[in-house]
């Protein structure tokens, strides 16, 4: 089992940047793949990137890609997703989450853990 707790939400001008961060207890992290979600107010939980045990990474979307980069640290348990170039539809709470599946999956349903959200909010 592993508890994820997400920080670095916050504030930022559109064009800002974000770093969020993921941290896991447990001393199996590395056997977890790790995914991040958003979910913005009257929408779905949106895929947004993961990153698999063995470092293979996706960006679903081209909305994120050149702007997010997914990456962790399997010595300090803990993940991380630095943001640039934020714009307001970025604005959502994110969260990240944890499976044991190889290949990081896109759907929420195939993870296992979650953390309890992080709030970025981009004015423009």
């Known amino acids: 089992q592993v508890q994820l707790v997400e920080s670095g939400g916050g504030l930022v001008q559109a064009g800002g940047s974000l770093r969020l961060s993921c941290a896991a207890s447990?001393?199996?992290?590395?056997?977890?793949?790790l995914g991040w979600f958003r979910q913005a107010p009257g929408k779905d939980r949106e895929f947004v990137a993961a990153?698999?045990?063995?470092?293979?990474?996706?960006y679903p979307v081209d909305s994120v890609k050149g702007r997010f980069t997914i990456s962790r640290d399997n010595a300090k348990n803990t993940g991380a997703l630095q943001m640039n170039r934020l714009k307001p539809e970025d604005t959502a709470v994110y969260y990240c989450a944890a499976t044991l599946d190889l290949v990081a999956p896109r759907t929420a349903r195939q993870y296992d853990y979650w953390g309890q959200g992080t709030q970025v909010t981009v004015s423009s």
């Open positions: 990153i698999s045990r063995g470092g293979a990474f996706i």
């Open positions: 447990g001393r199996t992290f590395s056997s977890y793949s």
